[in-house]
């Protein structure tokens, strides 16, 4: 349960981070760097949440299902 929880509060955070940039993309134009920083902690966290999966799959925590 604390693994869906910690997916969805990354997922959360990736999309804020999103929205962030395209928010500094349209504002800024071009002006500052804080739509490539946006982008690049998007970048950041989303490899966070690949590299939590991989290790919740392998531990045991997390078990693909069927459907």
Do not use: C, E
């Amino acid at each position: 349960m604390i693994i869906k929880l910690a997916v969805f509060i990354l997922l959360l955070i990736i999309l804020g981070s999103l929205g962030s940039g395209l928010f500094f993309l349209i504002n800024d134009r071009g002006q500052n760097r804080r739509m490539v920083k946006a982008l690049t902690l998007r970048i950041g966290l989303s490899v966070a949440l690949f590299v939590l999966l991989m290790l919740s799959y392998a531990v045991g925590l997390i078990t693909p299902h069927g459907l």
